[in-house]
């Protein structure tokens, strides 16, 4: 059968609350009209407030799932989420390396909000040695900058743009630093690519906070690489999905506050 639509393999845990991981990804996905391929890295079982428990899966069978993945469909780009354990991204890092010209975003996941562990620390060293240098976009949070690079999150913009370049030098082709943990009226993302100079993306902060942003966002920009759209552009409309989707959010919050219906 023809393939009517580009289709991204999304490689990723599952979480049982539905509001990150792969059920987000897959939410994403759909809101761009996009087909999805999976391989399941591990099974979460937690509510909005905490993680209950972790099931890593078996490194083989993660592979057979990328594997069967490539028979079935043309990949038009892969995004990566939570791995878990070191040996899970050794085979994802085994099955991508020969990869040519499929775009990989690379969303580095350690921790959850709540502050449960979503990758051990073998599997945070194999990040940077194995999958860094095939990843097309590395899309870290001030945190999960600063925990790959051992140093203090990011103060301010400057410093923002050096560990952007201090991560790009460990492998990455462009290193998206997401600003949504730091402070001010917005939040800023750097894009740092090959050029070496930094483009800042801006969208006003918003008083929400909701789970999955940063699963969303990684995701979005897959789509938007699998549809074709240069890295600058891919980002930017991406930020402009997350930031949508957080004020629908606060609209539903403010909705219910004052008695009123949902739209
Ligand atoms: N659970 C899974 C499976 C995830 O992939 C992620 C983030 O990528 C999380 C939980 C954490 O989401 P949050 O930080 O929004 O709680």
């Known amino acids: 059968m023809p393939e009517l639509r580009p ?25 761009f009209n996009i087909g999805a391929v999976t391989a399941i890295t591990a099974v979460t079982a937690q509510s909005d407030q905490r993680v ?5 899966m078996p490194p083989e069978l993660v592979r057979d799932q990328i594997e069967m993945a490539f028979q079935t469909r043309t990949i038009s780009a892969v ?57 097309t976009l590395l899309t870290p949070n001030l945190p999960e ?19 952007a370049k201090r991560l790009r030098a460990l492998g990455p082709r462009a290193v998206l630093m997401k ?3 730091g402070t001010g009226d ?3 993302d750097v894009l740092l690519t090959e050029e070496d100079q930094p ?18 966002l ?23 999905y997350v930031h949508q989707s957080m004020l629908g959010r606060g609209r539903r919050e403010q909705s219910r506050a004052g008695g009123q219906p949902d739209d």
């Open 52 to 56: 209950q428990a972790v099931l890593a």
């Open 186 to 188: 917005a939040s800023v």
């Open 199 to 216: 483009h800042y993306l801006r969208a006003p902060r918003l008083a929400v906070s909701m789970r999955g942003t940063g699963c969303a």
């Open 79 to 135: 995004k990566i989420g939570m791995l878990g354990t070191g040996d899970v991204v050794e085979a994802v890092a085994d099955r991508l390396r020969g990869l040519k010209g499929v775009p990989v975003v690379l969303d580095p996941v350690l921790l959850a909000s709540s502050g449960a562990t979503l990758l051990d620390e073998p599997g945070r060293k194999a990040l940077i040695t194995e999958l860094f240098p095939i990843a």
């Open 145 to 163: 900058a600063a925990a790959l690079l051992n140093e203090a999150p990011a103060g301010n913009d400057r410093d923002l743009v050096l560990q």
């Open 179 to 181: 600003g949504g943990h």
């Open 7 to 31: 289709t991204v393999l999304v490689i990723a845990g599952s979480d049982s609350s539905g509001g990150a991981g792969l059920q987000r990804d897959l939410l994403a996905l759909a809101d």
């Open 218 to 240: 990684a995701t979005a920009i897959a789509a938007q690489l699998a549809l074709g759209r240069p890295l600058l552009e891919a980002c930017s409309t991406a930020k402009a």
